[in-house]
């Protein structure tokens, strides 16, 4: 009898169940994907009830289903916004408890960034975590190599668009005036070595309203067909492809810079 992860009303959910929903939404060996996810709302636990074990057989599905593709977690810890010392060691990430299990595995390969690190399993781990300068979006980013690559983006659980980290590189890229770089300073400590640094964040201007109107990004993503939604349990799993968001997003930055975060009736502020 095969164990079920999760219960939601008369609903079982297996590993089997979550193999058919990552096939259902086009994921397919060889491709790199990122994973944003939250299983609070998926359903009670059933037959698992260690969170640790649940999470790395739902991370182990993951890569066997992309294989030899590379999984990539954000595990954001927000240290220097914080002023906390970095530790990829011990830097615990604030985006969800199957986050926290993804880097500490011993296969798993975390970056040395110090607000936005992401920890990646696969061919291309390296890639992904080499931090090439010290700014969070932008040229040389990581959020530039996963448009680059073309990676496909998962919401886990969660509602994809309001955990998107992605939408912020895109703000960047097309300098929107309701966002400012600011310089955050603090150390970052690898083994027996502590260095002090500064990097650069992409942040929003709190005297303005910069919330994303999450229900006409959807719309917009999805009549262009680059966005899909599948019910999963008492959630959802969403998918991107990042290229195509970037893409299609830019555009429209270009014509009205502040069309992720007003709807057409309301007022530019």
Same mark, same amino acid.
């Given at each position: 009898?095969?164990?079920?992860?999760?219960?939601?009303?008369?609903?079982?959910?297996?590993?089997?169940?979550?193999?058919?929903?990552?096939?259902?939404?086009? @994921?397919?060996?060889?491709?790199?994907?990122? $994973?944003?996810?939250? @299983?609070? +709302?998926?359903?009670?636990?059933?037959?698992?009830?260690?969170?640790?074990?649940?999470?790395?057989?739902?991370? /182990?599905?993951?890569?066997?289903?992309?294989?030899?593709?590379?999984?990539? !977690?954000?595990?954001?810890?927000?240290? !220097?916004? %914080?002023? #906390? +010392?970095?530790?990829?060691?011990?830097? @615990?990430?604030?985006?969800?408890?199957?986050?926290?299990?993804?880097?500490?595995?011993?296969?798993?390969?975390?970056?040395?960034?110090?607000?936005?690190?992401?920890?990646?399993?696969?061919? /291309?781990?390296?890639?992904?975590?080499?931090?090439?300068?010290?700014?969070?979006?932008?040229?040389?980013?990581?959020?530039?190599?996963?448009?680059?690559?073309? $990676?496909?983006?998962?919401?886990?659980?969660?509602?994809?668009?309001?955990?998107?980290?992605?939408?912020?590189?895109?703000?960047?890229?097309?300098?929107?005036?309701?966002?400012?770089?600011? *310089?955050?300073?603090?150390?970052?400590?690898?083994?027996?070595? $502590?260095? #002090?640094?500064? !990097?650069?964040?992409?942040?929003?201007?709190? /005297?303005?309203?910069?919330?994303?109107?999450?229900?006409?990004? #959807?719309?917009?993503? *999805?009549?262009?067909?680059?966005? %899909?939604?599948?019910?999963?349990?008492?959630?959802?799993?969403?998918?991107? +492809?990042?290229?195509?968001?970037?893409?299609?997003?830019?555009?429209?930055?270009?014509?009205?810079?502040?069309?992720?975060?007003?709807?057409? /009736?309301?007022?530019?502020?």
């Amino acid at each position: 009898m095969k164990e079920v992860l999760f219960k939601y009303k008369d609903q079982n959910i297996t590993k089997d169940y979550i193999i058919s929903a990552l096939k259902e939404l086009g @994921l397919k060996q060889g491709e790199d994907l990122m $994973v944003h996810s939250g @299983l609070g +709302e998926i359903g009670k636990l059933a037959d698992i009830k260690d969170g640790n074990k649940l999470g790395n057989i739902i991370i /182990d599905l993951m890569i066997d289903l992309i294989k030899p593709g590379t999984l990539i !977690f954000p595990v954001y810890s927000y240290s !220097f916004c %914080n002023k #906390e +010392e970095f530790n990829p060691k011990e830097s @615990l990430s604030t985006v969800g408890a199957l986050t926290n299990i993804f880097w500490k595995r011993k296969d798993s390969i975390r970056s040395l960034h110090p607000i936005f690190s992401i920890a990646a399993i696969g061919k /291309d781990a390296e890639h992904y975590t080499e931090i090439k300068n010290n700014v969070c979006f932008g040229k040389e980013t990581f959020f530039d190599r996963l448009v680059e690559s073309h $990676v496909k983006v998962l919401g886990f659980g969660t509602r994809l668009v309001a955990a998107l980290t992605l939408l912020h590189h895109t703000e960047q890229m097309n300098n929107v005036p309701y966002r400012y770089i600011k *310089s955050f300073e603090g150390s970052i400590r690898t083994g027996n070595t $502590v260095k #002090e640094e500064k !990097f650069e964040y992409f942040v929003r201007n709190l /005297d303005m309203d910069t919330y994303f109107r999450l229900d006409k990004i #959807e719309k917009f993503l *999805s009549k262009h067909d680059a966005f %899909n939604s599948i019910p999963f349990g008492g959630s959802r799993i969403d998918i991107v +492809e990042s290229s195509k968001v970037f893409n299609l997003l830019s555009k429209e930055l270009q014509k009205n810079p502040f069309f992720l975060v007003r709807n057409e /009736d309301e007022k530019q502020k």
